[in-house]
């Protein structure tokens, strides 16, 4: 944004007085979270030690952080991106709260001459948040912040245009949330940076782990792989189970409730009808595409996804499937509407016209201000007669108040297919005014002198007619869905009832064992994000539900082309998942099978001393080659990474046959071929620094440590 180039050099108010065109200025309205948040009172959205974030603050922190996102990205946020912004502020205001506890305990503190420091060297990540005060170098620019302050104190109390304003109060509060998350970060890591350096390295220690990681072995191996082992040679008892429950009973520790809920989802898609419909509604566009009547007019009549931009753009800016079918038209091809499976889409492209344009641009741009429109005419047509007469356009700008200096500004700033029509004309003002001439424009009710320096970097780009459809359903098709689903439900009243006739209905009914309210949707999962609009859904089966229960109908997804009925099937208090859990009972199941069919392998390799003795035994012969201490052996039969191998084969001597090795999916007869150490020339300050390094990973993993003595309270699902 010229904006952002300007404000480095202090001379950002000519481009927000000129051309607001290129700056995201973000208002700060009140948006639903605040409304929710002002109409909910002090409620609590969760707790980490027992501190509350009330639903106030946290709508706040979710409002700052999305002003944030949407500058750095530079538009709004989907409804997904807007989910993440929210899990970004959880798990931050989480993991800061967790090592301010640790922090307090200790004394730890982020001192002033320590945020003087921070700001002076410029590297801390918190700076990404204000990209208009970073430096060339990827550093931030303090001089640059505090030149914005100067003049925006300066300003103070004198009428100014309203973007200008708007701008300033922007910029201020970008800075005010920047300044408390460089705190933030700064505690974070004087705590790291203590933590790590708790963990201490040796010479003999860094000798070992030089070794561990260079000395290579070469074996042969005999497996015997438990899968080659029948079920029905071992029998797994409950007794069993329990046993193995007890030994790897802190998988099952459950932080929070959870629930094993199942549900019905119904996605309505386009009859029949409607396609022909829509194929109908389309062949009619082609028809005045093709007649040559205004893109502009019959695409935005349209339900296009793409609108008409009528200025010359990139075809990287469209969609994909758009993308190369421009790349391949020529100049006035019309391709006939066609569906794009990918994106369940229909499509219509015409191209225009293509043209070679610059991808950067050197300009200046001078504000005309005067009283009033008729004015304003006036002084601008004064000030263009004077530049075309030989006056110099820094001596004009110093008589305006406004800098003079010139800023590039590439495509990649301006490209979009929803430009307004002001910014498009701005664009090919750019594009086509005369080099190092002058142009008089008026955008948005404004006056402007604009003049193009220099244009660089020429590529082929196009103004196109893109017509981008989604094959939607009609009321008729939804509201027969719906009769449809409604009719199921009233016929079928239980859980049971539900999960034995959905499939002859033409339903599926869909498990999700150990469900989290942190999912925040039905069917969310880790990235997964589940179905969209489905948190009444959420609140039904944490707060209201009851085992067995059926939901009512929802009526959910993007486009509300969702019909959704959840049942919750068993609730999962907090502390440990029971042995006999559907789950729980196949992971124990498994292992308990390993360890028996392990004792099998065992009788039937007992005695065995060489690799032909244990082949025939039924054992599966391979080699294995530059095996490492600090990695694992996989014999390629098995698959399975096996701990016990890898020692075995890195402590016997060469020629040395082992005893039979009794590993986690196989048991094994490996002899020592040879054994290498590498040509890489012992460290130890080297060595000591990637040890040291390396504890980096167990300060990232402290924080689930101490989460779990936290006593985390998540109450997201409920706003």
């Not at 060297?121 to 204000?130: D, K, R, Y």
């Not at 391709?335 to 229909?346: C, F, I, R, S």
Request: with cysteine; charged share 25%; aromatic share 8%.
């Amino acid at each position: 944004m010229a904006a952002l180039q300007k404000i480095r050099s202090n001379t950002w108010i000519i481009a927000i007085m000129g051309v607001g065109l290129f700056l995201f200025i973000l208002t700060m309205v009140l948006d639903q979270n605040t409304i929710s948040a002002i109409t909910s009172g002090g409620r609590t959205v969760g707790e980490v030690y027992g501190k509350s974030l009330s639903q106030e603050e946290f709508y706040k922190m979710v409002n700052e952080a999305s002003e944030v996102q949407k500058f750095r990205s530079g538009g709004s946020l989907t409804d997904e991106q807007t989910e993440q912004v929210r899990d970004q502020v959880w798990n931050e205001f989480v993991s800061f709260e967790l090592i301010k506890h640790e922090c307090d305990k200790l004394g730890l503190i982020v001192t002033d001459e320590e945020v003087k420091q921070a700001l002076r060297e410029g590297t801390a990540q918190s700076f990404q948040n204000v990209p208009m005060f970073m430096g060339q170098d990827g550093r931030f620019n303090y001089t640059a912040l505090q030149g914005f302050f100067k003049q925006a104190k300066e300003m103070k109390g004198k009428q100014v245009d309203s973007s200008v304003a708007e701008q300033i109060a922007t910029i201020n509060s970008l800075w005010a949330y920047t300044e408390k998350q460089l705190r933030r970060e700064l505690l974070m890591n004087k705590y790291q940076a203590l933590f790590v350096t708790s963990f201490t390295s040796n010479p003999v220690s860094a000798k070992v782990a030089f070794n561990d990681r260079t000395v290579s072995t070469n074996t042969q191996v005999a497996a015997l792989p438990f899968a080659s082992i029948s079920d029905k040679e071992v029998k797994v008892e409950d007794s069993d189970l329990k046993a193995a429950y007890d030994q790897y009973k802190e998988l099952f520790r459950l932080d929070n409730e959870v629930r094993d809920i199942k549900y019905i989802d119904v996605n309505v898609t386009a009859s029949a009808a409607d396609k022909k419909a829509l194929n109908n509604e389309m062949n009619v566009i082609f028809g005045k595409l093709q007649a040559g009547e205004d893109p502009a007019a019959v695409i935005n009549a349209s339900k296009s996804a793409v609108r008409f931009a009528n200025v010359p753009l990139s075809t990287s800016v469209f969609p994909s499937d758009i993308k190369a079918e421009l790349d391949s038209m020529g100049a006035g091809a019309t391709k006939a509407p066609y569906l794009n499976v990918q994106d369940n889409t229909m499509n219509i492209v015409k191209v225009i016209s293509k043209v070679q344009a610059p991808d950067s641009i050197l300009y200046r741009a001078l504000p005309v201000q005067a009283a009033d429109a008729k004015a304003a005419g006036v002084r601008a047509d004064s000030i263009l007669n004077a530049l075309n007469s030989g006056a110099k356009y820094a001596d004009i700008a110093k008589k305006a108040g406004v800098p003079s200096d010139s800023s590039w500004i590439a495509a990649s700033q301006f490209e979009s297919t929803e430009i307004s029509a002001d910014n498009a004309k701005f664009v090919n003002a750019l594009y086509n005014a005369p080099l190092k001439g002058y142009t008089q424009l008026e955008i948005g009710g404004n006056k402007i002198i604009l003049q193009v320096l220099d244009r660089k970097a020429m590529k082929s780009k196009v103004v196109a007619a893109v017509v981008k459809i989604p094959v939607d359903f009609s009321k008729a098709t939804y509201d027969a869905a719906v009769s449809k689903f409604n009719r199921f439900l009233a016929e079928n009243h239980s859980l049971a009832d539900i999960v034995k006739n959905a499939p002859k209905a033409g339903y599926q009914v869909i498990d999700q064992d150990g469900f989290s309210s942190s999912n925040r949707h039905i069917g969310g999962n880790g990235q997964f994000p589940g179905i969209a609009g489905s948190k009444d859904a959420v609140r039904w089966v944490f707060d209201t539900a009851d085992e067995g229960e059926l939901s009512p109908l929802y009526e959910v997804g993007e486009a509300n082309n969702h019909l959704l009925v959840v049942a919750l099937d068993k609730v999962y208090k907090k502390g440990y998942m029971p042995w006999d859990n559907k789950q729980v009972k196949e992971f124990l199941t498994a292992v308990v099978k390993s360890q028996k069919k392990g004792e099998v392998a065992a009788k039937k390799l007992a005695g065995v001393k060489t690799i032909e003795a244990a082949k025939a035994k039924g054992a599966v012969v391979d080699s294995l080659n530059n095996v490492t201490f600090s990695g694992y052996a996989v014999v390629p039969a098995v698959g399975t990474p096996e701990p016990m191998l890898t020692a075995a084969i890195s402590t016997a001597k060469v020629g040395q046959t082992t005893a039979p090795i009794i590993g986690t999916a196989g048991a094994y007869v490996a002899k020592i071929v040879s054994r290498n150490k590498g040509t890489e020339k012992f460290d130890a300050k080297l060595e000591m620094n990637m040890t040291q390094r390396s504890y980096m990973q167990a300060a990232q993993q402290v924080l689930g440590a101490l989460a779990r003595k936290a006593d985390i309270v998540d109450h997201r699902y409920k706003f």
